[in-house]
Each structure stands twice: as C-alpha cells, then as structure tokens.
C-alpha cells in the first residue's frame, strides 16, 4: 500500500506529468479523436520539459551577472523578466504551480458564471505565470502543498476575473466595444495610466495626430531586443566589474568583453527555449479552457493579451514604450541614490505593458495622458517587484523576478497576509470573494433601479458592432 | 495548405487568432487546412502558405510570401473574410 501511495506522490512531485494529465483531461472534454489527445499529451508533457531545460541555461547566464553585479556595485542586481524568472520557478513549484493555474481557470470561469465580472482570462501565459508566484509566496511561506493549491486557485481565480475589469472602463474608450477586454499582468499599471490620463490629460490632442517614423520592427523580435538589451547591460556592469575578476573568477580565462557578449546571448537563447515550451504546453490547453467557458459563461468578455490595443493607436504605442523606459530609468536612478536592491528596467516588460499604457493612456488624455500613464507605469514596475521579493523565499535571490504590476500588487498583498500568519491569508481571500459578489449584486440593483427611473435610456453597450475573438 | 498566425512572443495574441482562424476553417469546411502559430522571428517563407499578422508587425513580415495584414486582430468579420479570400488564392475554396 504504501508503495503504491509513494509512486502516486512521486507521479505527483514530476509537474511534466501533472501538465500532461491536464492537457488530457481538456481533450478528451473536447472529444477529440483517440490520436488527437494521445499526440496533444505527449506534446503537453514535452513541452514542460523543454521549458524545464530553457530554464536551466537562463540560469547558467544569470547567476554569474549576479555576482558580477554584486562584486561591482556591492549590491543585488535584479532583472524583471518573466520568462525567466517563471523557468526556476517552475522547476521547484512546478506541480502547484501546475495544479494552481488549473483549478484557477475553473474559479475564474464560476466567477464570471456568477457575477458580472464576465471576463474568461484567456491570456493563458501570464496566467502560468501568475500561479508560478502564487505558488512561491504560499508554499515558501509554510503552506503545505493541498492548502496552497486551495487558496492558491483562488487567488488566482479572483485575480485573474478582477483584473481585466479594472481596465474594462478604458478598454471600452479603445475599442468603441464592450465585449472584448485586456487579460494581461500588466493591467493594474495599464489601468493606472488610464487613470492618469484622466486626470491629467486633454484628448483633443492625441498621439495619432503626430507624425512618427515607425522604425518599431525591431522591438517586435524578441529574441533580438532580450540579446541586445541584455548585451548592453551585461557590458556595462562586466566594464564596471573589471577584467581581472571576470576572467579569474567567471569566463575562465575568456576574453571578459566577449565572454559578457556570449552571456548575453544564453540569456536571450533560453528565454527563447522557455517560450517554445510554454507555447507547446498551452496550445494543448488553452482551446479546451475556451470551449468549455463559451458554453458555461453567457455573454463571456474574452480577456486577451495587450497587442489587441495595439493597432488602435500605434504613434501611443511606441511612446508608450518610450516614457515607460524612461520610468523605470528615473526609478533605477533613486534605487542607485537611496542604495539597497537595484531593478534593472526589463526591456519586454516595459515594451509591452509600457505600449499598451500609452494606448490606454492616450484614449483617455491624449499625448499628455499616454505619456504621463506609461512613465507611472515604468516606475510601478520599477518599485513594485522590490516589494514583492521579501515574500519569493530563495527565488526572490535569483537575480531576475517577476516583472509586472499585477504580480507586484498581487503579490505584495498575499505576501504581507502570509506574513500575518495563514489565517490572514484565507480571510484576505475569502473576503476578496465576499466582496466580488456583493459589488457585482449591487451594481446589478442600481443598474435595474436606473433602468426602471429612466425606460427609454440606452445602455450603450449594446451597440457594439465587431464581434469578439474569444 | 497551412495557416500561420504570428505575432512578437507567439504566446497571446497570435493563438487567439489562431483559435478564431480554426473556428472559420471549420465553418467554410475548407479540406486540408492546418493552423497554427509562432513568433515572428521563428517563421521563415517555407513555414506556412498563408502568414496571418496585425497590421503593427507588417513591416517585420517581408519576405514572407502571402502575409495577410489585420487592421483589428479582434474583429473576427475582417478575419473571415481574409480566411475566405486566403483559400480562395489557394484554390481551397
């Protein structure tokens, strides 16, 4: 007996299996044939492992930065980056984290059943991402592993159903529509800018009407910007560090500009590596996540990642980007004067939740608004993740870290619950819940004492004429 | 005959319009076509027939061959009728 219960935990403890156990489950619901769902389980299985390996030659290229950096500067050097940071993870957390991002599409999908908030989260990478560093603050704070996927799944859930509403309000300003909204890790930030850009700016004047060149295409390769913009920085700090000690202590003997250059571009190679592995686990996945929530969820609002925004306003995107950069430039800055762990501005962070502020940011004030939106956006991901990393346990050393506003937000308020005790973390997260559904009952009661006050008002969200991708 | 969606990470944005490209495939009941999706900077001219973008990543797709350019990658009517207009070149339709 015993042994048959210690192969069930050791099947348990390999998160490849887990992740292709799910994606089994989501085929077979789909009905698909007997070698659609034998191919798609392997693929799922598979692609954990790919991912698994991208993350161990992340690793290979961060860990001498680190102690490069340190050596240099004398302090933490730490590189927002999703991607990378979500590989470690997933290799100690993997089977939580798995288990975590499941039941959390199923909270997500009841919420939106249930209230108003009809968002369906179909951003399924973020979402990974986002049960990775649940699964950390939790599991690395004392929760054992039934209990963190409990609460954990309905973090998730809670998360991943607020977030996009919180942008909805700019969202239906972008898209002149009402049933399709941004499900990104960004979005706290995103919708910040909106706010902002209400408060601040005037929308006569908007970004579209300026005259850009669009030299963008080369920000839209990934692998190219992460090895370059990486290459600058590993550079920089490898001049700071000095030869002597690159090439006696790290690049064993290779020449110390070359050897910043090679790491540089492992940085890139495995983040490259992590994507093909997500891509493949999530094409498995996602599909059967879509089907079954379009026929649970009436009138479901598709949350879908930042690019949606990006063809409504492209001048905003690219300065978007730009004033988010400078952002987080102006916060690395005061990190350097007040001392202490220095973020690095993540070049993919700031490209893609910083361009789609500017968007938003100008939607609702113009120039003003999607440029003042997306440097408040630059510096909450410049501040956030240092809140955050006290609460990561030993992933909160590894030099790189979860890069968004949500994951700072998120993860700032569960971390501190969890420092509270674990008591405070249920109640948190039961009254979170608790809170969802009164609001939602309400707006629903204001909405029919409006609606029988004045008969003959349209509500205007009908009107929508694009149907939704989701 | 293949169909590939792309966008810059091919994570988000480009498997939904994958998804929505299955969906009308399905619908035209086009024979013989494969849909899929990547980053733009895996794909080469010989990964698919049909290369599907939003219009923000046009000028990352030359050399491609066939590129069909989305103005809105949410509106699924454009989309239609750019699948349909696809499989009409390709003699699927």
């Known amino acids: 007996m015993n042994s048959v219960l210690n192969t069930f935990v050791d099947i348990f403890r390999e998160p490849s299996v887990i992740i292709g156990l799910i994606a089994l489950l989501g085929l077979v619901l789909q009905r698909k044939s007997l070698s659609d769902t034998l191919k798609g389980t392997i693929k799922a299985f598979v692609g954990f492992l790919v991912l698994a ?13 680190g ?16 991607e990378a940071i979500v590989g470690k993870v997933l290799t100690d957390y993997g089977s939580q984290a798995a288990l975590i991002f499941f039941f959390g599409m199923v909270v997500n999908v009841l919420l939106a059943r249930f209230t108003r908030f009809k968002f369906i989260y179909m951003s399924g990478h973020v979402a990974l991402y986002l049960s990775a560093m649940i699964a950390v603050i939790l599991i690395a704070n004392g929760f054992s592993t039934w209990q963190a996927i409990l609460w954990g799944a309905l973090a998730q859930g809670l998360v991943t159903t607020v977030s996009p509403a919180l942008v909805q309000p700019w969202m239906r300003k972008v898209t002149k529509q009402d049933n399709v909204a941004l499900g990104h890790t ?77 790491q540089a571009g492992k940085f890139s190679a495995g983040v490259f590596i992590i994507l093909a592995g997500v891509r493949v686990v999530l094409a498995e996945i996602i599909p059967a996540f879509k089907g079954i929530s379009e026929k649970l969820v009436p009138n479901a609002k598709p949350a879908l990642d ?96 979860f890069s968004d506003a949500d994951f700072g937000v998120s993860g700032f308020l569960l971390g501190s619950a969890v420092r509270w005790g674990h008591a405070a973390v249920i109640v948190l997260i039961l009254a979170s819940l608790v809170a969802l559904f009164v609001g939602s009952a309400l707006a629903t009661r204001r909405e029919a004492a409006r609606a029988a006050a004045e008969p003959a008002e349209p509500t205007g969200e009908a009107e929508a004429t694009q149907q939704p991708v989701g | 005959m293949k169909f590939l969606a792309m966008c810059s990470t091919g994570l988000g944005s480009s498997f ?14 086009l024979p013989d076509v494969t849909v899929e999706h990547c980053d733009i900077s ?20 030359a050399g491609l061959g066939d590129v069909v350019v989305l103005n809105s990658i949410i509106d699924k009517d454009e989309l239609r009728e750019a699948v349909k207009a696809a499989a009409v070149r390709h003699g699927a339709l």
């Open chain 1, 306 to 401: 930042v690019p949606i925004v990006f063809t409504f306003a492209p001048n905003a995107v690219l300065i978007g980007f730009l004033a988010s950069f400078v952002g987080g430039l102006i916060g690395m800055g005061i990190l350097v004067a007040v001392g202490g762990t220095i973020i690095i501005p993540g070049i993919v962070a700031h490209f893609m939740t910083g361009a789609a502020s500017g968007v938003i940011g100008n939607a609702t004030g113009g120039r003003r608004g999607a440029v003042l939106g997306a440097m408040t956006n630059g510096l909450m991901i410049t501040f956030l993740p240092l809140l955050v990393l006290p609460f990561l346990g030993d992933v909160g050393l590894a030099n790189s870290t």
């Open chain 1, 67 to 82: 102690d490069m950096f340190q050596h240099a500067f004398g302090v933490q050097g730490v590189v927002p980056n999703n």
């Open chain 2, 42 to 61: 895996s794909a080469g001219p010989e990964s698919a027939d049909v290369f599907f973008v939003a219009k923000d990543l046009e000028e990352a797709t």
């Open chain 1, 53 to 65: 390996a991208g993350a161990g030659v992340v690793s290979d290229a961060l860990t001498p930065f």
């Open chain 1, 186 to 262: 960004g979005n706290f930030g995103i919708a910040t800018s909106g706010l902002v850009g209400k408060l601040v700016g005037d929308t006569k004047k908007s970004t579209e009407d300026l005259k850009i060149p669009k030299n963008l295409g080369f920000l839209r390769d990934t692998t190219v910007v992460i090895a370059v913009s990486m290459g600058i920085i590993y550079l920089l700090v490898t001049l700071v560090a000095g030869p002597g000690y690159v090439e006696d202590k790290l690049s064993g003997g290779q020449w110390y500009l070359l050897w910043a250059v090679m």
């Open chain 2, 16 to 29: 939904m319009v994958r998804m929505n490209i299955e969906d009308i495939v399905r619908e035209l009941q």
